[in-house]
């Protein structure tokens, strides 16, 4: 089972107490009514799913009910950070080694 | 029956006897004990018959690695344990054990014909054989092999034992309680570290246990275990777990032990649990799992009598039990002479000591030589005869020429050992290879962990300490402890691991048409692997299927290696190139009851009752499963059937009135200054104009415009909102909500609170609803010009502060009463008494179901699947035309779901009105066309309909709603059903009975 840290409770806690939510950093567009087919399947459907590095979206469901953000290595399933939603990507160079 | 067991030899108290059977057969054993130590005490080796060949088969190993020895243990008629390894059952007074694979008995076993057929039984036979005719798999192979497949016999009965699970937590975990191991949980215990020491076997001191030759700290290694093992037990920061075995190393150093409580004990206190789980979460982890000793393929390497050199030493040593009289040895490194001087100490005959090396050197290869025993180097066991026992051996020069037969009965063999890197390649780490010693050894780690001693290849007693120390002290260190390294442990050993070889043995090669095992318990022979290489198999992973090599209960502890090493001398290609096979939890199989745990029976899952629950019992309701909840779906009268109950209610409820527990709905409070904005995103309908007081049906989609769920939500102020779900979706609902309002929406000033189980709510429906209700009810004017239909109000009901909402899933006039939970009995009592003077009924889930289809009402998850839009269902009434933005709005102008072509809800009436339809039933337009048959509908709800006078039915129909009136079909399997396309609205077509 994995461990994640909540970054609102600043707490590591276990896998069961999250719910995974998809990607992260796909921001719905303001005017969504508007906008064409194509940029509504790229916002909508398509999806990264890399080997490696992926930023998503995990709530801490049984725990404070929070929304967050974390880069996890989907190779090694390492959590690498995890961060408020809302806050920029963070520089990653730091977590490498 | 003469006994093996040898006086003043090993560690057991010869007055402490227990009674046990086996097949029937009554015996007697020490306590102390394992089940295969006591039949060896007993002179039975012949134990178990094979997989596939039925082959006699007796005990190899002593201990979980192994492959033959596996027996049923019965304590009672629910307790039958199959497969239990006789090497680690502790054997117990009164303990019943059977023999398996074999009919009619151990001796004599009709299943053994499969041996002669060998030829026809190779590698990938199933493949091969079973292919054609097809129909033949269902009726004759598959029934036939499922008959003949399969080890031991499950009990009928369920499992009467409880199994425990506990969370542990510490900053080192030590796995294996052998002198490495030990050694670093004094070390890293003395730091004041939380530390728990696991051992699979029941006492700790591993290879101790049968090392004979070792001291540590000046006196003997078993005696430095036990009093090292009795100093930790009393250190309060230290857990020592014995019969517990490590299986599995997840991610981020949990550790999944299984600890056996009971499986020793005679009669075990029914109150302990059979076996305790323990998640381990570790900051650092100790491997000091020690190393398994390979056997030698040769032929007929599988006889009973034919064990591994160590386990005879751990019956010697430990339990004083020779396992012979006459015991010859066949191995190819160091460590089979130290059971070789123990048997000859101890009195017993050594026939030879046959070694494939040309020329051993080394003080255990002197002392062998001083003691008289012949030595035959260079040399090779060619085979061996007897049958149900080993008898002989055929020992010739490796090179080739005479062979001499030699009259033993035990035959002890090594080929050497191999590191048990089974946890720390769970734990994801690489391995490496030792090109000089032919073995993998731990490598580049993955996680916090640190492997010493012999699963390190660390051979060497004094060097296996050392790192032991060095490691307890670098895991306290790595967790910001102090080590102090006061304990130093100096050692002395005449016990030598030199040498070693994997693969077959000289006149076993994969071309040899000889039974040379390589894995006993799936009777793999070194033939089966060349004839896998043969046919194309490169890879060790398609060996292994194509073979079965390493896929039995064993997972291939003592064959791995041997598979690997024939596969790459064909191939060509050093080992790691062939590649190792991958390592999986469980190390040991795990029960079912150690995973499962409490969670059984009731206790699986949560139950969820409504606080009217109690009266639906007292009436005799019938309850349906509704996700976790229990809901009642129908209250049969004396005499009636689910039909006749349900008919009588659904004309109660339009003729008087009828009362329904509702409280299983969710419910959503939404509240704030931009409460109202909120839910304009949230659902399709408009809000911001919703006064207060008054009520809608909203509608709530997906972003790709899909109804997600639907539900009336009140307007109790400006800023507050009670919103209802669908019962099932109520947290499915919140979870979405609170996603958008966190991440999309954040600017918006809004709490969500999930009031689901803080309010009863009783629906009261039916043209004398307001009668019922109007006497019990304070503070609230229930006159329809007061009170509209889909209006809300809060006032008292006896007393107790209620949301009362006038609304209708019925099409009839009616109230939803909410009142907080603690009293949703007292005033449901109330109102039954006003109710049942009104001569009202109370009805369940089946009547609600149908009162709705009647008036055509959807229900989310039976007229949806998750791919249908309002439009679809004829709701574009309830999307806000004018919005710019909500949750689905541009998914529904998706090309597909504004093309022509999509299903609409339709009604269907059957030509025959007693003809009930088949929810799910496809709908085509012409009955005689060819099979495969255009599908363009189906059936979502079908109802006899008592208030109808016939049966109804809803469906999703292709361009349903340009098709009315048409005649369509419903092919089934014994007729053709003529259908009408009607409205969904059957009955009350202007919906004039909800406004009274």
């Known amino acids: ?97 | 029956m003469t006994s093996f067991r040898l006086a003043d030899v090993g560690r057991l108290d010869a007055s402490k006897t227990a009674r046990f059977t086996f097949d029937g057969r009554s015996l007697s054993g020490l306590e102390g004990d394992t089940l295969a130590s006591a039949l060896i005490a007993n002179g039975i080796h012949l134990v178990g018959r094979s997989f596939k060949y039925h082959r006699p088969r007796g005990i190899l190993s002593a201990g979980s690695e192994e492959p033959n020895a596996l027996v049923g243990v019965h304590r009672d008629a629910a307790r039958r344990t199959p497969n239990v390894r006789a090497t680690v059952q502790e054997l117990y007074d009164g303990l019943s054990a059977v023999s398996q694979n074999r009919w009619p008995s151990l001796a004599f076993d009709m299943g053994a014909v499969n041996n002669l057929g060998a030829p026809f039984f190779s590698a990938g036979f199933y493949y091969k054989t079973f292919m054609w005719p097809k129909a033949a798999w269902k009726h004759l192979y598959e029934p036939q092999i499922r008959n003949a497949a399969g080890l031991g016999t499950a009990p009928e009965e369920s499992d009467p034992d409880h199994y425990a699970s506990r969370y542990a937590h510490c900053e080192v975990l030590v796995v294996g309680g052998g002198a490495a191991g030990l050694a670093a949980a004094s070390a890293a215990a003395e730091s004041g570290q939380r530390v728990i020491l696991c051992d699979e076997q029941a006492g700790l001191g591993g290879a101790l246990r049968f090392e004979s030759g070792s001291q540590i700290d000046g006196v003997a290694g078993w005696d430095w275990a036990q009093a090292t093992a009795a100093k930790l037990a009393g250190m309060d920061n230290v857990r020592i777990l014995p019969r517990t075995t490590a299986f599995g190393y997840y991610a981020q150093n949990m550790v999944g032990l299984v600890e056996r409580v009971t499986e020793h004990l005679a009669t075990p206190d029914p109150e302990l649990p059979r076996e305790r789980l323990w998640h381990v979460r570790a900051k650092r982890v100790v491997v000091a799992t020690g190393a398994i000793e390979r056997h030698m393929v040769f032929a007929d390497n599988d006889r009973p009598g034919i064990m591994l050199a160590s386990a005879a030493r751990h019956y010697l040593n430990h339990y004083g039990v020779a396992v012979g009289r006459e015991v010859g040895i066949y191995t190819a490194n160091d460590s089979a002479y130290g059971a070789a001087l123990d048997l000859h100490r101890a009195g017993i005959r050594i026939a030879a000591i046959v070694d494939l090396r040309d020329d051993p050197r080394g003080e255990m290869i002197d002392a062998a030589r001083a003691a008289g025993i012949e030595l035959l180097t260079g040399h090779c066991v060619a085979k061996t005869g007897g049958r149900l026992r080993v008898s002989s051996m055929a020992v010739m020069p490796k090179a080739g020429g005479a062979s001499r037969i030699i009259p033993v009965d035990a035959l002890l063999v090594s080929a050497g050992w191999t590191p048990s890197v089974h946890l720390f390649s769970q734990s994801r780490g690489k391995l490496a290879f030792d090109t000089r010693r032919q073995i993998f050894l731990p490598g580049a780690q993955a996680q916090e962990c640190i492997s010493i001693g012999a699963c390190n290849g660390t051979e060497s007693l004094a060097e296996t300490l050392e790192e032991a120390l060095a490691a307890g002290a670098q895991a306290v260190r790595g967790v910001g402890g102090e080590a102090s390294r006061s304990i130093s442990l100096p050692s002395r050993t005449a016990e030598s691991w030199t040498g070693g070889m994997s693969g077959s043995a000289p006149g076993a090669e994969p071309g040899k048409a000889v039974k040379a095992f390589v894995d006993f318990q799936n009777d793999v022979t070194a033939k089966d692997i060349g004839q896998a290489v043969r046919e194309g198999m490169r890879s060790i992973e398609h060996v292994k299927r194509f073979t079965t090599n390493g896929m039995a209960t064993d997972q291939g502890k003592t064959s791995n290696l041997h598979g690997l090493a024939i596969a790459s001398e064909i191939l060509g290609k050093p080992m790691p190139e062939v590649g190792l096979t991958t390592f999986r939890a469980p190390f040991t199989p795990v029960t079912f009851g150690a995973i499962v745990g409490h969670g059984r029976g009731a206790l699986f899952d949560p139950t969820r009752k409504t606080p009217m629950h109690s009266f639906a019992e007292e009436q005799g309701a019938v309850f349906e499963d509704v996700g976790q909840w229990k809901r009642a779906w129908y209250f049969p009268q004396a005499g009636e059937d689910m039909h006749a109950a349900v008919a009588r209610e659904c004309r109660t409820v339009r003729e008087a009135a009828g009362m329904f527990d509702a409280s299983t709905l969710g419910k959503i409070e939404v509240v704030g200054p931009d409460a109202a904005e909120f839910m304009e995103l949230m659902y399709t309908n408009p809000w911001k104009k919703l006064g207060v007081g008054r009520c809608r049906y909203g509608i709530m989609l997906r972003e790709d415009g899909f109804v997600m769920d639907d539900g009336v939500v009140g307007r109790l102020a400006d800023d507050r909102f009670h919103v209802t779900t669908t019962t099932g979706g109520a947290a499915r609902v919140l979870h979405h909500m609170e996603d958008y309002l966190q991440t999309e929406f954040p600017h918006l000033n809004v709490w969500l609170t999930s009031v689901s189980e803080q309010w009863a709510v009783i629906a009261v429906q039916g043209p004398k609803a307001r009668d019922i209700i109007a006497p019990l009810v304070a503070g609230i004017d229930l006159s329809d010009e007061a009170m509209p239909h889909m209006s809300v109000r809060e006032g008292t009901i006896l007393g107790v502060p209620t949301r009362l909402f006038r609304m209708s899933f019925t099409g009839e006039r009616g109230f939803e009463i909410n009142v907080p939970a603690d009293y949703g009995r007292v005033v449901w009592d109330a109102v039954w008494a006003e109710a049942r003077g009104q001569g009202a009924c109370a009805y369940g889930t089946e009547t609600m179901h149908v009162l709705r289809a009647e008036k055509g009402f959807i229900i989310v998850g039976q007229e949806t699947d998750g791919t249908v839009t309002p439009h679809d269902l004829g709701l574009d009434w309830a999307i806000g035309s004018k919005k710019s933005d909500f949750v689905g709005i541009r998914g529904l102008k998706r090309p597909d779901l504004v093309a022509s072509g999509r299903k609409q809800l339709v009604g269907l009436k059957t030509k025959d009105p007693k003809i009930v339809l088949e929810e799910g039933a496809q709908i085509v337009a012409d009955p005689r066309q060819p099979i495969p048959m255009k599908m363009i509908g189906h059936v979502s709800s079908s109802y006899w309909s008592e208030n109808c006078g016939r049966s109804i039915a809803l469906a999703l129909l292709q361009d349903g709603r340009s098709l009315m009136g048409e005649t369509l079909f419903l092919p089934m399997p014994d007729r053709t059903i003529e259908v009408e396309v009607t409205s969904p609205v059957f009955f009350d077509e202007k919906g004039e009975r909800v406004h009274g």
């Not at chain 1, 509504?40 to 890399?50: Q, Y």
């Open chain 1, 1 to 97: 089972m994995l461990l994640i840290r909540c970054p609102y409770c600043q707490e590591e806690r276990p896998e069961l107490e999250f719910r995974h939510a998809g990607e992260a950093h796909v921001v719905r567009p303001h005017n969504i009514a508007d906008i064409s087919d194509e940029e509504f399947e790229a916002f909508f459907f398509h999806r990264a799913n890399p080997k490696g590095i992926t930023h998503e979206r995990w709530r801490h469901v049984h725990g404070c009910g929070r929304f967050f953000n974390a880069v996890r290595d989907t190779v090694s399933d390492r959590f690498v950070t995890t961060y408020k939603a809302g806050e920029p990507k963070p520089a990653l160079e730091e977590h490498k080694a």
